[in-house]
């Protein structure tokens, strides 16, 4: 990543706090597909794209008991404040790193989580292989990234055709990715997807905040337009 665009995300995790209770909806997706005794207990669990440690804390914080939970981000704000966040709360190895270059040798990993992140990069494929290699033969990654194929890619569209730039909160990378993308991606890197998961539909009117349908996300021939998307998949 480019030494502007690490500013520009200091500059963006600089007036936020942590979440304490880590419940946003793609934090929800992973916590419903991991499975303790295979992905936590005794495992060496890498979160990458960690943000303020909100995530990581309560990763290590779990009565599964992870071997160690290693928590890297792009920005040294974010690992900052994750790391005083998490005092006396977790046992996490705070690092600053960047996804597409990760500091570790191959196979360091038992599970491998990503959060939010690999559409702001501009070379996703490559941050996803290289998730890969540092996950081990058995391991399991845990990706989630929006899924612009419903509301949120017909918004972009119209933002376009006023000739207006679509931003997640004024992040300066913002791609258009989507569930069959995603999957090339970490099929590329030679991952097998072994579940995907989808929720979260919105009600969009310019001017307003967005409106959450949460009863749409019951309706599974839905849930591949839905905005929030999770793909669990297993290193041969």
Not at 143 to 152: A, E, S, V
Not at 178 to 199: F, S
Request: hydrophobic share 40%.
């Amino acid at each position: 990543m480019s030494d502007s665009s690490r500013r520009a995300y200091d500059a963006w995790h600089e007036p936020l706090a942590s979440d304490p209770d880590a419940d946003t909806p793609w934090y929800g997706l992973v916590r419903r597909h991991l499975d303790p005794a295979r992905d936590l207990a005794g495992k060496r669990v890498l979160e990458i794209g960690c943000g303020r440690g909100e995530f990581a804390a309560w990763l290590a914080a779990h009565p599964a008991a992870p071997q160690r939970v290693v928590a890297a981000d792009v920005s040294p704000v974010a690992v900052r404040k994750g790391r005083e966040w998490a005092a006396g709360r977790a046992a996490v190895r705070w690092l600053v790193g960047d996804i597409e270059w990760i500091a570790h040798a191959g196979g360091t990993f038992d599970t491998v989580i990503s959060c939010e992140t690999v559409e702001h990069l501009h070379h996703p494929g490559r941050a996803v292989a290289e998730l890969a290699r540092v996950l081990r033969s058995g391991g399991r990654l845990f990706l989630t990234t929006p899924n612009y194929l419903g509301p949120w890619g017909l918004y972009r569209g119209y933002l376009r055709l006023r000739g207006r730039r679509f931003t997640e909160t004024g992040q300066p990378v913002n791609r258009f990715t989507t569930i069959p993308r995603t999957r090339r991606w970490i099929g590329a890197a030679g991952l097998t997807v072994r579940r995907t998961d989808a929720e979260g539909h919105y009600l969009l009117l310019p001017g307003r905040a967005p409106r959450r349908l949460l009863a749409l996300d019951r309706l599974t021939p839905l849930r591949w337009l839905a905005h929030h998307s999770l793909f669990v998949a297993e290193k041969p």
